[in-house]
């Protein structure tokens, strides 16, 4: 789902606030030829990305609202104690995905292990048998 395409000449500027949660993706196109002709030309972009309560214009909010001082410091306090609870519980998925990926991993390991060293028996029992009948063969024993 596209949220938002816009197109600019050689320099533009924009603003963009998401109002849902999740992953979003930033493709950047350049359709200048300048590139395919100069070799040595190239291409500046500068990406700014804000997250969080640091997005928020507070004065611009408290003249909107027409808070107080104190009531916009509350406000600022209550969109950082927000912006800590999203970062928890993103640390917490994160901590449980690479929980499940170790276990995932370990047990893996586990059963390799397991099957190399039945490999290494059986192999070993292989050539011992192997070994006997050659022998047995040749005579010597």
């Not at 590139?35 to 030309?41: D, I, V």
Request: glycine fraction near 4%; include cysteine; proline fraction near 1%.
């Amino acid at each position: 789902q596209v949220v938002l395409s816009r197109q600019y000449g050689s320099e533009g500027r924009f603003t963009f606030t998401s109002h849902t949660p999740g992953e979003h993706q930033i493709c950047l196109h350049s359709n200048s030829t300048r590139m395919a002709l100069f070799a040595g030309g190239k291409l500046r972009v500068h990406l700014d990305i804000q997250v969080g309560e640091h997005t928020n214009n507070y004065p611009e909010i408290a003249a909107k609202d027409k808070l107080t001082e104190l009531q916009l410091r509350a406000r600022q306090l209550l969109d950082q104690v927000e912006q800590i609870q999203k970062e928890k519980n993103y640390q917490r998925y994160r901590e449980e995905r690479f929980r499940m990926t170790s276990e995932s991993t370990n047990q893996r390991v586990l059963w390799w292990s397991i099957a190399q060293t039945i490999i290494l028996i059986l192999t070993g029992i292989w050539q011992m048998r192997h070994l006997k009948s050659f022998f047995e063969a040749k005579k010597l024993v």
